[in-house]
């Protein structure tokens, strides 16, 4: 079945600094990958996305690209800030999956003044 | 703005006791979901829909029960609350267009069972 495999956290980082968290995944369809973000206290909101081979998905100085080759779609933001502290969950649709978003464990994110 | 709500946002009950946590969206979303989150383990889906008098299980569906009577609304029922069942609830939904399109996720209700 489709799996989505993400760094485990949590990480800390300080302000300014780069972020990657890695995602890989395996999909028996074509998958559509995304990014979520869960600040505290909040729900989900999606992040970026991307839906097929080599899209870049990006928003907020965030940005994935879709990695067919290699089953990934890592995050990267090139200076994070304290506002950038959440939960960050990796995603997959397949068209055999008809909707049904399935979720990486999610990756916590601190970052310290 | 359209938008989708969950109530209540915090719940405490006791075992053995039926719950109802409520879902609203103004999206007109034909697709409404139900997930639950646990620390390590993501979200997992309990229940969805995909249109009125539609109802599915999902990977974690025992002990859980749903029904759609409208387009805007997907109530999720804990038949006889367990300790088990103590998590942060989140509905969401998404068009039906493609299958791949965005979820769209309520502030959530944070459910505890004694």
């Known amino acids: 079945g489709d799996s989505v495999t993400q760094m485990e956290g949590p990480v800390t980082l300080s302000e300014e600094a780069f972020l990657t968290i890695n995602c890989t995944y395996t999909?028996?369809?074509?998958?559509?990958l995304f990014w979520y973000v869960q600040y505290p206290g909040e729900g989900l909101q999606l992040l970026l996305k991307a839906t097929k081979a080599d899209d870049k998905g990006s928003n907020k100085g965030f940005e994935a690209t879709y990695r067919k080759e290699t089953t990934s779609f890592h995050l990267e933001k090139g200076s994070v800030q304290v506002s950038d502290s959440a939960v960050y969950f990796c995603?997959?649709?397949?068209?055999?999956?008809?909707?049904?978003?399935?979720f990486g464990a999610g990756t916590q994110v601190v970052v310290t003044p | 703005d359209a938008e989708i709500t969950q109530s209540p946002r915090h719940k405490i009950t006791e075992t053995g006791r039926q719950v109802t946590l409520a879902c609203h969206q103004t999206w007109n979303h034909n697709n409404m979901f139900w997930y639950r989150q646990d620390l390590g383990h993501g979200l997992r889906l309990i229940h969805y829909?995909?249109?009125?008098?539609?109802?599915n299980k999902g990977e974690v569906s025992d002990g859980y029960s749903v029904s759609r009577s409208n387009t805007e609304d997907l109530p999720l029922t804990l038949e006889s609350a367990a300790s088990s069942q103590t998590s942060v609830y989140f509905c969401?939904?998404?068009?039906?267009?493609?299958?791949?399109?965005?979820?769209?996720f309520g502030p959530g209700t944070r459910l505890t069972v004694l």
């Open positions: 829909s995909y249109g009125v008098q539609d109802t």
């Open positions: 999909a028996t369809g074509y998958p559509s």
């Open positions: 995603a997959l649709i397949t068209t055999d999956s008809w909707g049904k978003l399935q």
């Open positions: 969401a939904s998404s068009e039906r267009t493609s299958g791949t399109d965005t979820q769209y």
